[in-house]
């Protein structure tokens, strides 16, 4: 009983797992870096007309936030984990085109740094944990929050944003597995959708606790720090 | 927002991660994230190639082997590199956006 309870508690030495390199085939690789680079490219070029000053210390911690979430990987359904992807968190906070550059530069450095995530498959990673899940999770957010009402409210279209985000990032995902030839889509796409539905349901309440969190202890922060394209001067 | 409340900010969120980071190393599972698992169940996990490098494998600093000091080290170094990183972006941009 005693070696099960310390186990429990050992360090866990099987992290995350973003794409490596030799599940994409070439053209699949070239493609998702093409993706990468037009969409963090646009996106920088969107926030040099949007951002104030307070989104440059916020990119920073949300940077860090997402960072270090993703390390805490948590048990989902029948042996296996996931992990926080947080695009959707940092749309919402931060808006697309700042949070499609800090979920770029963590998806980098996760590679470059720490290997997770081989350095071809990088821009498939970028596309599908940088860029669709912060354009799921920011669309999303955008439709459902005005149907909704109050702080649960908030926190419920936060929540189904983020979930949604997840799963189009699965899919996204098994279909670039198909395509290379690596897994049938037939194979790929339920296992990997089927499991992210459930992960998802992680992403939801991670999303909308910080949210909560913020909202409570630091509401000005929900203020968009970006100005809203019509009334930026 | 003055610069001092920015500073306040970048301070607390580096806190707060290096926090999570480091709870990473005692609470987080350690079993297959959902597309090792589907790779393992399918049969195609043995395609995936390691780097040609590694700099800090498996969020683990090499020569603090793979306990938790290990994780809670290559977890603030993490922490420090994105923030920096999302900082430098950041500000090139808005240096960017008063030259317009």
Redesign the interface.
């Given at each position: 009983m005693i070696s099960i309870g310390l186990a429990a508690?050992?360090?866990?030495?099987?992290?995350?797992?973003?794409?490596?390199?030799?599940?994409l085939s070439a053209p699949v690789s070239i493609a998702g870096w093409v993706v990468a680079v037009v969409a963090v490219a646009f996106a920088?070029r969107r926030?040099?007309?949007q951002?104030n000053?307070?989104?440059?210390?916020?990119?920073?911690?949300?940077?860090?936030?997402?960072?270090?979430?993703q390390?805490?990987?948590?048990?989902?359904a029948?042996?296996?984990?996931?992990?926080l992807l947080g695009g959707a968190l940092v749309a919402i906070l931060l808006g697309p085109w700042?949070a499609m550059?800090?979920m770029a530069?963590?998806i980098?450095?996760?590679a470059?740094?720490?290997?997770?995530g081989?350095?071809v498959a990088l821009g498939a990673n970028i596309t599908n944990m940088g860029v669709v899940t912060v354009a799921i999770g920011y669309l999303g957010f955008r439709l459902l929050s005005p149907l909704t009402r109050g702080n649960a409210g908030y926190m419920l279209a936060a929540g189904i944003a983020a979930w949604l985000s997840v799963v189009v990032s699965?899919v996204l995902?098994a279909i670039e597995?198909g395509v290379s030839g690596?897994?049938p889509l037939s194979?790929?796409l339920p296992?990997?959708a089927g499991?992210?539905v459930l992960?998802g349901l992680g992403e939801a309440a991670i999303t909308a606790a910080a949210l909560s969190f913020i909202r409570v202890t630091s509401p000005g922060l929900l203020v968009p720090s970006v100005v809203p394209p019509e009334s930026a001067s | 927002?003055t610069q001092t409340s920015?500073?306040k900010?970048?301070l607390?969120?580096?806190v707060?991660?290096?926090?999570?980071?480091a709870?990473?190393?005692?609470?987080?599972?350690?079993?297959?994230?959902?597309?090792?698992?589907?790779?393992e169940?399918?049969g195609?996990i043995e395609?995936?190639?390691?780097?040609w490098y590694?700099?800090?494998?498996?969020?683990?600093v090499p020569g603090l082997g793979?306990?938790?000091a290990?994780?809670i080290a290559?977890?603030a170094?993490?922490?420090l590199?994105?923030?920096?990183?999302?900082?430098g972006?950041?500000?090139l941009?808005?240096r960017?956006?008063r030259n317009?």
């Open positions: 508690l050992a360090p866990s030495t099987g992290p995350a797992m973003h794409i490596p390199d030799g599940f920088a926030a040099e007309r951002m000053d307070r989104a440059v210390p916020l990119m920073g911690v949300m940077a860090a936030f997402v960072f270090a979430t390390m805490m990987n948590f048990p989902v029948g042996g296996t984990s996931g992990h700042a550059i800090v530069a963590v980098g450095l996760q470059v740094l720490f290997q997770d081989g350095l699965s995902c597995l690596t897994s194979v790929a296992a990997m499991l992210h992960i | 927002m920015h500073r900010l970048i607390t969120g580096i707060l991660a290096i926090v999570i980071a709870a990473s190393a005692f609470l987080a599972s350690g079993s297959p994230d959902g597309l090792e698992r589907v790779a169940d399918h195609f395609r995936a190639q390691g780097a590694s700099a800090l494998p498996d969020y683990t793979d306990g938790a290990s994780t290559a977890g170094v993490g922490v590199a994105v923030t920096a990183v999302s900082i972006a950041g500000a941009i808005r960017r956006s317009l």
